[in-house]
């Protein structure tokens, strides 16, 4: 008779050997419960490409770990509280001066609390290399082509993080309440007042009253170490999800396809280089903290409204916005009884436009070009002419408004008119970014026709050969395989062409305005002018086993 249960059958012996050692075990019970093992065989041998570009966004991540570590010890010392109070700590020059408890207590971290100062260093250089490394890894993205399909989302994520690191960056220089953040504010203040209508219902409630108000400072408190690192540790969480997803981007090169990663696994080989690399980053900052001093709040002195110092500067990366203030006349409008202030609401209009420039392209590019192919292999920029001479024009620009925003200290440091400097970097707005432009274009396509040059007629080897009628010749060594690879993988698109005006049956078609500049756009980007011809197998086979060739 057959059984119909197998309840008290008894179970097969586990094949397994048993754990060696109590963490063995313990990594077995949560293996039970959360899947760990399939997890870690899945992602730890994920292959990551080899090259010197990529740490960038490393360095992204170790400074904001940085960051964080540091902000965390001076969030237990710092007292965010614009009530006045008498200095009597160890500094000599200030005692007896009356102060907010904000600056006394950022004075009591730099010389009392020990290794307070070298804290307060490693942070804020920490955040200045941050929004750098933010910077100049979204241009190697926006360079080498990294952002298109299926990366635009992480694109996006990365602009917030850039654009959220340069607010709390502002927010952190602002807290200690000295002459310069006071001034910083203020100048924030006058921004926010230009706005029409609700600019002064905004500053009310910013400040809790007027300037410089009772609360300005537990509310940026607040802001700067709960609310914006909280969103950006989620988007640099989401952006390192989408990394692993959608695989990393790699350069071109012998068995490098759409459809792989050639380089190395995430452990042990590159979690060990990671985990070298994060404490050369925290050994440099930490070295630079200890020699350079940033933020000397103790030679500034308490905030006053009555003062302020010719000195008065944003870090860099708030700097164009200051720029944009500067280089604007002083324009206003009268209307109903209200004054509208062009020369602070016109630059606090296109300082978003600037930085929002940023955050759409992908999608203006993808629209442009309808390519909606996934893309894992990266452009190299000489490749791409027109891109890369937008990015370069992109920089140009900001680098003028960086000008702009220090205008006084060129004029006092190189003894020049503070009114020339303006007007050259009026100028500058509307030329340089347009001659930067053109240079680089021009010299993408120069460095194309090098390419092309070397894959026809290979590298010079400096050697000099004469030939038997007297012609003194220079040996040209043909190329590697994976050189050729390299300068010829690259796709050369054709631009979108605008339909016949009339079809088959002689009817004219109607051509929107959407259409028409989609087309005038792609021919900008791929048409005439923008590209040299890839050499063809034909023309090199021709050339290299041509008789004339050496």
Request: net charge positive.
């Amino acid at each position: 008779m057959t059984a119909s249960s197998t309840s008290g059958a008894a179970k097969p012996a586990s094949t397994r050997a048993k754990p060696a050692n109590k963490a063995e075990s313990a990594a077995d019970w949560v293996d039970g419960r959360l899947g760990l093992y399939t997890l870690a065989k899945s992602n730890l041998r994920k292959i990551f490409p080899d090259h010197w570009s990529f740490m960038l966004g490393e360095i992204c991540l170790y400074t904001f770990i940085i960051i964080i570590l540091t902000g965390v010890y001076l969030t237990l010392f710092f007292t965010p509280s614009m009530g006045e109070t008498v200095y009597h700590g160890s500094y000599a020059p200030l005692q007896g001066i009356r102060m907010s408890e904000a600056y006394a207590s950022t004075l009591h971290i730099s010389f009392e609390v020990r290794g307070g100062l070298l804290i307060r260093q490693i942070h804020h250089w920490a955040a200045i290399v941050f929004v750098a490394a933010m910077l100049v890894h979204m241009m190697r993205v926006f360079f080498t082509g990294a952002f298109r399909k299926p990366r635009e989302i992480n694109w996006l994520f990365g602009f917030l993080l850039l654009f959220l690191g340069m607010f709390d960056g502002f927010m952190g220089y602002s807290l200690p309440d000295d002459l310069l953040s006071g001034t910083g504010i203020r100048f924030m203040e006058g921004a926010v007042l230009a706005v029409p209508l609700v600019g002064t219902y905004i500053q009310m409630f910013l400040f809790g009253g007027e300037f410089p108000g009772t609360d300005i400072v537990p509310r940026f408190f607040t802001i700067h170490v709960l609310l914006i690192p909280g969103v950006m540790l989620g988007l640099l969480v989401a952006h390192l999800i989408l990394v692993f997803y959608h695989k990393h981007t790699q350069w071109a090169g012998p068995g490098k396809t759409e459809k792989n990663v050639v380089g190395m696994p995430l452990m042990p080989v590159y979690m060990a280089k990671a985990g070298g690399f994060f404490f050369l980053v925290f050994g440099i900052i930490a070295a630079v903290s200890a020699i350079a001093t940033v933020n000397p709040i103790w030679a500034y002195g308490p905030y006053r409204p009555d003062q302020v110092s010719t000195d008065a500067q944003p870090d860099w990366y708030m700097g164009f916005s200051e720029g944009l203030i500067r280089i604007m006349p002083g324009w206003e409008i009268g209307l109903w009884g209200h004054t509208l202030n062009l020369g602070v609401f016109v630059p606090l209009m296109v300082f978003p436009l600037v930085l929002a420039a940023i955050a759409v392209y992908p999608f203006i590019e993808s629209w442009v070009t309808g390519d909606k192919r996934e893309h894992h292999i990266l452009d190299r920029p000489r490749n791409a002419p027109v891109r890369t001479a937008l990015g370069a024009a992109w920089i140009s620009l900001y680098l003028i408004l960086l000008i702009g925003g220090g205008n006084d200290l060129i004029a006092t440091h190189l003894h020049l008119s503070i009114n020339d400097i303006t007007y050259f970097v009026r100028v500058g707005f509307f030329v340089v970014p347009v001659i930067t432009f053109f240079v680089t274009k021009r010299w993408c396509l120069g460095l194309q026709r090098r390419d092309k040059d070397k894959v026809l007629h290979g590298r010079e080897t400096g050697v000099i050969k004469r030939l038997p009628h007297g012609e003194f010749v220079e040996v040209h060594a043909q190329l590697p395989a994976g050189k050729l690879h390299t300068y010829t993988a690259h796709d050369q698109p054709k631009p979108i062409e605008l339909p016949a005006e009339v079809d088959e049956n002689g009817v004219k078609r109607k051509v929107g305005i959407l259409a028409k500049t989609r087309a005038k756009l792609s021919q900008g980007l791929y048409g005439e002018g923008t590209q040299i011809p890839k050499p063809t197998a034909e023309e090199h086979h021709e050339i290299t086993s041509g008789h004339g060739h050496h």
